[in-house]
C-alpha cells in the first residue's frame, strides 16, 4: 500500500501511515491520545498543514495575557517615577530626601529607605499618605551623610500632617542624638495647638514655638521648620505663612549625625512627652539641606496643594518666654 503523511489534531506532531489506515483509529505514537486517521490526498495534493491543538491555543493566550501585564506593570512603573521625577522637578534645590508614602518607605531622591514599624497606608495629600495610630506606630530611618544637615548651612523639614491630636505633646521629627534636632507638636502638656521646633545643643534649647491653637485636629496641613547659620535666624511655617521667627544663634551645631525618628515614642517614666507619639496621617516628608526663603515654602504648599482651600494663620513671630533662650 502507499504511504502518506498527516499531523496529529492533538499535538501535531507529524505522523506516516499506510492509506488503508484512513478512517480508522490510531493512537498517536508521539501523544499517545486516540486520533482517526483522515482520508489519504490524492495523488500530488500537498500534505494537510498542522492543526495547532486546543492546548497550545490556551497557551498561547496565557502567554498574551502575561505579555499585556508585564507591559501594564512597565507603563504603571515608568508613569510612577515620570510622576516622581515631575514632582522633583518642580522642588527647590537642596532637596536631600522625600518619603512620599506611597505604601512603602522609599526616599525618592536618594538611599534612605525607611523602616517602618505597625505604619499602614491611606489616602493622602499627595497620592497615598503614612497612617501612624498613636501608640506603636513608628518610622526609623539610619544614620546616613545626607541626613547629617546640621553640618550643613542650614536646614529645611517640611511635611503635610492630618493630625488626630493636637492636644500636648506629639513628636513629628527627632534625631537620636543626645544634643538633636526636633520637630513637635506642643512644648507644654496643657498647650493646645502648638507647633515646635527647636535646635539642642549642650547649653541648652533654642527654642521656635507658635502661638496655641494654630495646629488643628482633622485637616491637612502644610508644616516647615527652617534654620539658616549664617543668619541665625530660625522659622515656622503652617500653609505657607509665617507662624514663628526669631534669632536662635548663629553658627549653631545640631547634632543630625544619629538615626532620624519619626513619630518616636518616649517610654522614659515621669516625662511630660512620656508614651506620646504622633496619632493620624504625614505626607511628602522632605528635608533639604539649607533654608528654603518664604517664597519657596509657599510655591511647594501652593503647589502640592493642588487649589484646595487651606486655612491661612494670622502672620506671627511667634510665642517666646526667657525660660525658650
Known amino acids: 500500500m502507499a504511504e502518506f503523511k498527516f499531523f496529529c489534531p492533538q499535538c501535531g506532531q507529524q505522523i506516516q501511515c499506510d492509506t488503508g489506515y484512513s478512517g480508522t483509529q490510531i493512537n498517536c505514537p508521539a501523544c499517545k491520545q486516540t486520533i482517526v486517521v483522515p482520508q489519504a490526498p490524492h495523488s500530488g495534493a500537498p500534505a494537510a498543514q498542522p492543526v495547532v491543538p486546543a492546548k497550545s491555543h490556551t497557551w498561547r493566550n ?3 495575557i502575561a505579555a499585556a501585564l508585564v507591559v501594564l506593570a512597565g507603563l504603571v512603573t515608568a508613569g510612577w517615577f515620570g510622576y516622581s521625577k515631575l514632582m522633583r522637578g518642580h522642588l ?24 517602618l514599624t505597625d505604619i499602614s497606608f491611606e489616602e493622602g495629600k499627595v497620592g497615598r499618605a503614612f497612617s501612624f495610630n498613636g501608640t506603636s506606630s513608628s518610622i526609623m530611618i539610619p544614620a546616613s551623610r545626607s541626613l547629617d544637615v546640621g553640618a550643613d548651612d542650614g536646614f529645611t523639614i517640611t511635611a503635610w500632617i492630618k493630625p488626630s491630636d493636637v492636644n500636648g505633646l506629639h513628636p513629628i521629627v527627632q534625631w537620636s542624638d543626645n544634643y538633636a534636632l526636633n520637630l513637635w507638636i506642643g512644648v507644654r502638656p ?22 496655641p491653637g494654630v495646629l488643628v485636629s482633622g485637616v491637612w496641613q502644610h508644616i516647615a521648620f527652617t534654620y539658616d547659620k549664617a543668619s541665625g535666624v530660625g522659622t515656622l511655617y503652617l500653609n505657607g505663612v509665617i507662624v514663628a521667627q526669631r534669632q536662635l544663634g548663629r553658627h549653631l551645631a545640631a547634632n543630625t549625625k544619629g538615626n532620624l525618628w519619626i513619630s518616636p515614642r518616649d517610654e522614659r517614666p515621669g516625662n511630660w512627652s512620656t508614651d506620646r507619639s504622633f496619632v493620624g496621617l ?44
Open 62 to 64: 496565557v502567554l498574551v
Open 92 to 115: 527647590p534645590p537642596g532637596l536631600v530626601v522625600l518619603w512620599s508614602g506611597e505604601g512603602n518607605g522609599n526616599d525618592s531622591v536618594g538611599g534612605n529607605k525607611a523602616i
Open 190 to 211: 496643657f498647650e493646645n495647638g502648638v507647633l515646635r521646633g527647636d535646635i539642642v545643643e549642650p547649653g541648652g534649647n533654642h527654642f521656635l514655638v507658635s502661638h
Open 282 to 325: 504625614m505626607d511628602e516628608l522632605a528635608i533639604y539641606k539649607r533654608a528654603l526663603s518664604p517664597s519657596e515654602v509657599q510655591a511647594i504648599c501652593a503647589e502640592q496643594n493642588r487649589g484646595e482651600p487651606l486655612t491661612l494663620p494670622a502672620p506671627s513671630t511667634g510665642w517666646f518666654e526667657s525660660w525658650m533662650r
